[in-house]
């Protein structure tokens, strides 16, 4: 009995980790570094049109991200610093860099209110109020949050979910 009810925990666990390598695998990130992502177009928090084809030439940072989601909102601080060092800045490569936010929520009123308390005052804000069925979540195969694509001024991915401090040694690098 005892040998038997070692087996069925073995096999539990065995399950558990299958499981869990599973999920793990299904919620990475669509692109990888050096692939070019699609552009989309939609319209921006303050209702003006925008298309990603709009930043050609710069760096641009994709920040799928969500009121509600706590570690989404425990990088605003980083990502507020990020955008006051270097937006406006000329790279040797680039023309600028910017933040495009694409906010995976269900409550619009809940968005704009966390845009302003976190500062993010860069312009280009979007919401998918259909969460994760977005056409730009779909798009670009967001599953988990936060989730970010650093773009190259071609829209080729250089980095995907960089660290804040792999971040700045880049663009410091870039000066």
């Known amino acids: 009995m005892k040998k038997t009810f070692s087996s069925i925990v073995n096999i539990l666990l065995g399950l558990a980790v299958v499981g869990f390598i599973g999920y793990k695998i299904s919620i990475q990130p669509k692109f990888d570094n050096g692939e070019k992502v699609p552009s989309f177009s939609t319209t921006l928090i303050n209702g003006e ?14 920040d799928f991200w969500g009121s509600w989601c706590g570690p989404c909102r425990q990088q605003s601080p980083d990502l507020v610093k990020l955008h006051q060092k270097f937006y406006g800045k000329k790279f040797k490569d680039a023309s600028g860099f910017n933040i495009v936010s694409v906010a995976i929520e269900t409550n619009e009123k809940r968005w704009k209110k966390a845009i302003q308390s976190d500062n993010r005052d860069w312009p280009h804000h979007i919401v998918q109020l259909d969460r994760f069925d977005g056409p730009i979540a779909t798009q670009y195969g967001v599953k988990e949050i936060p989730t970010k694509y650093l773009l190259g001024t071609d829209g080729a991915v250089l980095m995907v979910n960089p660290s804040f401090k792999e971040l700045d040694a880049f663009f410091d690098e870039k000066k």
Do not use: A, P, T
């Open 49 to 62: 049109s925008f298309s990603l084809d709009e930043m050609n030439g710069r760096y641009v940072l994709l």
